[in-house]
């Protein structure tokens, strides 16, 4: 099993564990479990405190649909995928290891290497801390087309895409009350602004006074020309021209591997609509249970990506620091034993 010289080390490779089976298990100071912007910027914090750390991701960022990357200062505009690899050789500059991978399964062990993790491929990897960046699933409405169009020409963050669509004739799905506060963001870029669907009576003035079309209704289906989105068909056959829809997406953290270990997510709701869940964490992503750090998505909604690497950041930082600790009492327990030795 893992000695205390294992502990102390500040190689940042990973050493190896005999594991009951008699197989070399390769253990790391952090696994990483998802590698977007906030399990990077985690991985690429703790590798250059000279941690070992083992990236495992399965290569489905969120916003891999999208063109680009909007809001990420010095680097608005840049593809995902661009800034993904960026990352990845960031952290690999300072020895971070990656594993293309799903992980599956998650187990508390006695011991230092206090979890045990399943890989997709069958393979195991043991850490002492854990930080999971899984980040979220989008549920969209059910209509038929709209998930072609997903980051393309269906829409959720005005931050994200509002100024690529800029004075052009936008429609917002109404799916409840948060479509009002919705579709007053969105005038914000646009005057040809429609909301399909039901609006309260109290709601209403407010949409009507700034200019924004009500049309009642629900909506069916995409309306395409030659793979292009034109516009919304409504379930009584009417269209709705336009060049860009906007819906709320039911944001659900992929939480599956925190629940193993005990967590549970908490519903957001916002305008009085369930927009997502996330698992709880102070504000260094440390969770309720011992040894496990979340960042990013998962565990905020409304994370940007800037903001995903932020708190990844700070995470890998609070790992770091609970690791100095650990280390720091088990150093000052070898000693006392030695000193108590010495006088025996
Ligand atoms: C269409 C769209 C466009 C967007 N555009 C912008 C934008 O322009 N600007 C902006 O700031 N934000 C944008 N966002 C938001 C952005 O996607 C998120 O802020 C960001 O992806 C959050 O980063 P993250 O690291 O938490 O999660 P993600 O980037 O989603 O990364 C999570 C990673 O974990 C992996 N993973 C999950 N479960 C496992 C597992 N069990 N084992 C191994 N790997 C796993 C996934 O494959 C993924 O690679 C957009 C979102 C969408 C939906």
Redesign the pocket.
């Known amino acids: 099993m893992i000695q205390t010289s294992d502990i102390t080390s500040t190689d940042p490779t990973s050493s190896e564990a005999t594991m009951p089976d008699g197989n070399a298990t390769p253990t790391y100071d952090v696994v990483v ?7 990077l910027s985690g991985a690429l914090c703790l590798a250059r405190a000279r941690r070992s750390v083992l990236v ?8 891999a ?2 063109g ?5 200062l010095t680097r608005d505009g840049v593809p995902p995928a661009e800034l993904i690899a960026a990352g990845r050789a960031d952290a690999a500059t300072y020895g971070a290891q990656f594993r293309k ?3 599956t399964d998650v187990d508390r062990l006695p011991g230092a290497a206090q979890f045990g993790l399943t890989l997709s491929d069958g393979s195991r990897v043991l850490a002492r801390r854990l930080l999971v ?4 699933v ?1 549920e969209l409405p059910d209509i038929a087309g709209l998930r072609d169009h ?2 393309g020409a269906v829409l ?2 005005p931050y ?1 895409h509002g100024w690529e669509v800029r004075d052009q004739r936008v429609v917002v799905v109404a799916t409840g009350p948060l479509a009002v506060h919705q579709a007053q963001m969105w005038r914000q870029w646009t005057s040809e602004l429609t909301v399909v669907g039901p609006v309260a009576d109290d709601a209403l003035e407010e949409l009507l006074a700034r200019g924004i079309t009500v049309v009642p209704g629900a909506v069916a289906s995409v309306v395409e020309r030659d793979g292009r989105l034109t516009g919304l068909r409504l379930a009584d056959g009417d269209v709705v021209p336009c060049d860009a829809v906007v819906v709320a997406s039911r944001v659900i953290a ?1 939480s599956a ?1 925190l629940e193993q270990l005990g967590l549970r997510t908490v519903d957001t709701v916002m305008a009085g609509q369930l927009v997502g869940t996330g698992v709880p964490a102070d504000p260094f992503g440390a969770t309720e249970v011992d040894g496990v750090w979340v960042a ?3 565990t905020n909604l409304r ?4 903001t ?1 690497a932020a708190a990844g950041l700070d995470a890998g930082a609070a790992i770091n620091g609970d690791l100095i600790a650990e280390e720091t009492r088990i150093a000052v327990e070898a000693r006392r034993r030695a000193a108590a030795a010495a006088t025996a």
Do not use: F
């Open positions: 479990v998802g590698g977007g912007a906030a399990g495992v991701d399965d290569g489905n960022p969120r916003n649909p999208a680009g990357v909007h809001n990420y991978a799903t992980v960046t899984t980040g979220v989008d997903w980051g959720h963050c994200c992929r591997l990013g998505n998962v994370a940007q990506v800037i995903s």
